[in-house]
């Protein structure tokens, strides 16, 4: 909800906690621009089934019946029609080395149509707009398949196609199709079915692989992503993605780890990877995906590279590490290589030649935790030497990022044991916090060296048991307004943060791992829910500075906590980001506001985000639809001295802009004479 208001100075005074008065200086502060633009973004990796289920917008489940030690293959997902008998089989020739199973349908002692259905993942929506599909068929048959998607609680059928059979005796074939409703369905409580005519083959059995089905995508990319997800994120105004994640790189155990090759070229040969996250994942967002998404995005990316540590603890000796050394490079070399170079030729093979624009990688992922001491003593020892050495002097334009901070192991003793870091080198911070915890971690970059925060979240509330029990089962607004308050931090410290990042970033509400994620979603795109949490860091993104500005104050850090900039890119705006945390009996903050040099009258909108409803554990639930979050935006007109006057509640977040372009022609406003 979004409102303009004119503030009335004696009712924002009534109860007030003490003033404070903010004077931002002119000029003195650190250019954000030293790595490349200070931004917001966020990490990606396939939990939750975020990326598989997810924003990959594939709407079959356990299409090509991959499996690995941790996940057998099975018909899941399947069942049969008109009394079809359903099994896995591994036929000769396969439909690939990477996809040796496939689906076995067999008439049994009925007549007419016979095939499976697919529930999807956790139902498909289906709307009156076109479906893109596939399937592979071994086996002889002559006719017709038809491809139907109907409803899971009635008899409705609300669209099929016929597919003319290509299928033959000792070969896989591909059968495409279009296929757009003639209406929508009342639920997401849907399947997708193939159905054919028995007596069309030689004994009644057919078998079946590769069997796909997308919706329109995002900015109409094959093999793309799910609209109303990625849009989400764009409306969010992003700067960064990290991916392919943090656990998902390193895999369960040596030899299982995300392997980037396997996830690129066409969907026949990709094995899919062994998931961290409870369940085999399709690869079919793949390395080649992921470059599309922060290209579609206009977004700049951090990609981690598989450094030689496995979630069980396991890692490469020295002796056995060159391989994977090798492979890293290689992987740059695919994603920023010429058409001339052997992986770039590869990706002009793929559809892009142009090289993709790569700033920074990043060596592993939190080998600190994973296996400590011995698998963080053997990156400090030789991992991340030896990869740093080989890839900053291969591409020494490339940000490199260590898998840790400076904190880490442990604060207490990461003097001693914590990693010698390159004057070159970024760490990457990960405080997943209480809100009180990350209030207190207000200044934590005020005197270290550059960090990105690579994943950051208020996940428990204050007072809990760390890790213990359940986190939340969303993100809550005292969480929300904890999180603003470290993100003013780090973008006080943007000479040194160049970015900071929200984790995990997505949700799917029927089956996750974790529960604190910026959007919550199911088949049904009405359950898209944008938490509280999206329109803190939203705000914040949509008023980015390029260069960060001294401020004095007549009060302390707390309750009230801000940072202030200037962003030449819209003209010199002028920014001040604030927000109140635990003021003393739940009262309000009157503000001032004072930019050197502003003139009076100076415009500027102010924007503050607030929770009416009082409860700090309030959260957007995707059941009720209600939005908790209420946006009030005003006009100020500046003072004597180019002061701005506000007053700010208990847990709210705001932000001062100058740059009033967005604002509604003649909105109502204060004038502070």
Known sequence: MAAFKTLAV???????AQAVDVNVRANGGNVTGKFDKFGYGFLHEDINNSGDGGIYAELIQNRAFQYSPSYPVSTAHYSPINGASLGIEFVSPPLSSALPASLRVSATNTTGQVGFQ????WGIDVRVQKYTGSFWTKGAYKGEFTAWLKSNLTTDVFGRVQVQSKSVADAWTEHKFELTPS?????????????FDPAGTSNGTLDFN????????????????????????????????????????????LGAEWDWKDSIGPLRERPGFEGVWGYQQTHGLGLIEYLEWAEDMGLHFAVGLYAGLALNGNYTTEAELQPYIQDALNEIEFIIGPVTSTWGARRAELGHPEPFELNYVE?????????????????????????YEAVSKA?????????????????????????????DVLGDYHPYREPDQLVDEFDRFDNDFGHIVGEVAAVHVNGGIEWLGLLNPYPWWIGAVGESVSLIGYERNS??????????????????????????FAADPALTTRAVTWYVWSLFAHHPITHTLPTTSTSDYGPLYWGAGRDDDRGGALVWKGAVFNTTNSSSVPVTVNFQGVRRGTKAKLTVLTNPGGDPFAYNDPFTGVNIVKTTETELVAGPRGGFKFSLPELSVAVLDTDVAAVSKDPPHHYWG
């Open 183 to 195: 209406v929508a369905a009342p639920s997401s409580n849907n399947t997708f079915a193939v159905t």
């Open 118 to 121: 697919n529930e999807g993942y």
């Open 363 to 387: 060596l592993g992922n939190e080998d600190w935790l994973a296996g400590f001491p011995g698998g963080w003593e053997s990156y400090k020892a030789y991992r991340f030497p030896l990869m």
């Open 210 to 253: 590769l069997i796909s089905l997308f919706p329109p995508t995002y900015k109409g990319r094959a093999n793309g992503l799910r609209i109303d997800i990625a849009e989400a994120l764009e409306e969010m105004n992003p700067t960064y993605l990290r991916f392919p994640g943090g656990n998902m790189l390193e895999g369960l155990r």
């Open 495 to 520: 000479d040194r943060i160049p970015m900071v990042l929200y984790a995990p970033v997505l949700k799917n509400i029927n089956r996750f791992q974790w529960s604190i994620t910026l959007i919550q």
């Open 395 to 423: 591409y020494p334009d490339i940000q490199i990022i260590a898998s840790s901070a400076s904190s880490d192991p442990n604060p207490e003793t990461a003097a001693t044991d914590g990693l010698d870091f390159p004057a």
């Open 10 to 16: 004696a009712a924002a005074l009534l109860g007030a």
